[in-house]
Structures are given as C-alpha cells and as structure tokens.
C-alpha cells in the first residue's frame, strides 16, 4: 500500500481524496485503513502543496545566526515552511532551502518581499 501511496503523490504532489478512495476500492480494503496508512507517514500529504517549498534550518549555527528572525520575516509574509535541525551549511547560515536550492537566510533578501 506504501508503494502505490507514493506512487500517487508523485503524481499529483499530495494524496487527492478521490485517489484515495479509487486505491481502497482497487485494493479491496477499507478507505479508513488507507486513510490511517496515509495519515500516519509524515512525508505523505493530503492536502496540496504550497506553490514554493521553503525549508528553514534550526541548526545552533543558524539558530545563534538569526534563523528565529527569518522564520518571523517567513510568517509575517505569509509563506508556509517547514524547519529541519540541520542542513550542513553552517558557514553559510543561517540558510534556507527554497524549491531545491539552498540560500542564505537574512530576511531582507527573501524572494517573497
């Protein structure tokens, strides 16, 4: 069920509910089960994604850095993250990953200004 759940995320970018349903109904279980195996894995979502995936690191580097400040500028703008506890790039920090690519993290050169 795993596998097929992620095969239709990689389809659509999240698990539509009719997907789901059409799965429950091709795999003879009950759309409460796939709904429990769906919600239960962080990584699937059910809902769709944000136009820009923003990750923020709150490694101590980019915590001591000013990553609290550039999670407020994120908010403030009204931009959905998610954080991580480490990207690797403390010399750069702090840092962000915007759709992919990794950049750093002063709230004043945010492309969402």
Do not use: K, N
Request: charge should be neutral; proline fraction near 8%.
């Amino acid at each position: 069920m795993i596998e097929r759940l992620h095969s239709v995320q990689l389809l659509h970018g999240y698990l539509p509910r009719q997907e789901l349903q059409q799965l429950a109904i091709s795999m003879a279980r009950p759309l409460s089960e796939v709904m429990g195996v769906a919600s239960f894995y962080h990584l699937f979502r059910l809902d769709p994604p944000p136009p820009h995936r923003c990750v923020v690191c709150r490694g101590t580097a980019c915590f001591v850095r000013g990553a609290e400040r550039l999670e407020a500028a994120l908010r403030q703008r009204g931009v959905a993250f998610e954080t991580t506890s480490c990207m690797g790039a403390c010399g750069q920090a702090p840092v962000l990953v915007v759709d992919g690519a990794l950049a750093m993290g002063q709230p004043e050169a945010l492309p969402w200004a």
